[in-house]
T-cell receptor
Framework: EAAVTQSPRSKVAVTGGKVTLSCHQT?????MYWYRQDTGHGLRLIHY???????EKGDIPDGYKASRPSQENFSLILELASLSQTAVYFC????????????FGAGTRLSVL | QQQVRQSPQSLTVWEGETAILNCSYE??????FPWYWQFPRESPALLIA?????NKKEDGRFTIFFNKREKKLSLHITDSQPGDSATYFC?????????????FGQGTKLSIKP
């Protein structure tokens, strides 16, 4: 079964601090995604990647960086965390593009104070 | 601009009734429409999906009805069960548009009363 593991599961960060969210998949999938979930906004795509060492901007990339050092690992970096980045973050993977099933990780609940 | 819209935001039906969740979209190039469901404190998971070559897709108690001309689709859940209580997300993508990105609606929270 598809496995996407996120760490940490929850984090409290201070405004202006650096935050790194990690994602690891064992599905041998090419595509990986970072989504943000806020009440009333559904899921919004931040960054995605279809090959190692390359990342693409999603729909709301401002304030976020991404890194894909290997096929299995995809990180989301908040260089200067802000209050507005408090949300639940989901990593997902898919075999090829978005028209294949997305398999989501358990999510990371981030609170920026 | 919200490219995928869902209604209602929340819906409550009695056990055994049919729940109808609605979705509309802006861009006629969208050619893949999955529905994901998310139980409280869990992650989203694919429930059912349709491509516009068909007007209907059925999987057990779950059926998608698709109207390409009106750019609308709906998810019907027959014989609703308390275990169906979840948030349902309609999504859309186009293989040759917008880098194939999947766009999610804001979700419908469904509650089934026993």
């Amino acid at each position: 079964e598809a496995a996407v593991t996120q760490s940490p599961r929850s984090k409290v960060a201070v405004t202006g601090g650096k935050v790194t969210l990690s994602c690891h998949q064992t599905n041998n999938h090419d595509y990986m995604y970072w989504y943000r979930q806020d009440t009333g906004h559904g899921l919004r795509l931040i960054h995605y990647s279809y090959v190692a060492d390359s990342t693409e901007k999603g729909d709301i990339p401002d304030g976020y960086k991404a890194s894909r050092p290997s096929q299995e690992n995809f990180s989301l970096i908040l260089e200067l965390a802000s209050l507005s980045q408090t949300a639940v973050y989901f990593c997902a993977s898919s075999l090829r593009g978005s028209q294949n099933t997305l398999y989501f990780g358990a999510g990371t609940r981030l609170s920026v104070l | 601009q919200q490219q995928v819209r869902q209604s209602p935001q929340s819906l409550t039906v009695w056990e055994g009734e049919t729940a109808i969740l609605n979705c509309s979209y802006e861009d006629s190039t969208f050619d893949y429409f999955p529905w994901y469901w998310q139980f409280p404190r869990e992650s989203p998971a694919l429930l059912i999906a349709i491509r516009p070559v068909s007007n209907k897709k059925e999987d057990g108690r779950f059926t998608i009805f698709f109207n390409k001309r009106e750019k609308k689709l709906s998810l019907h859940i027959t014989d609703s069960q308390p275990g169906d209580s979840a948030t349902y997300f309609c999504a859309a993508s186009a293989v040759n548009y917008n880098q194939g990105k999947l766009i999610f609606g804001q979700g419908t929270k469904l509650s089934i009363k026993p």
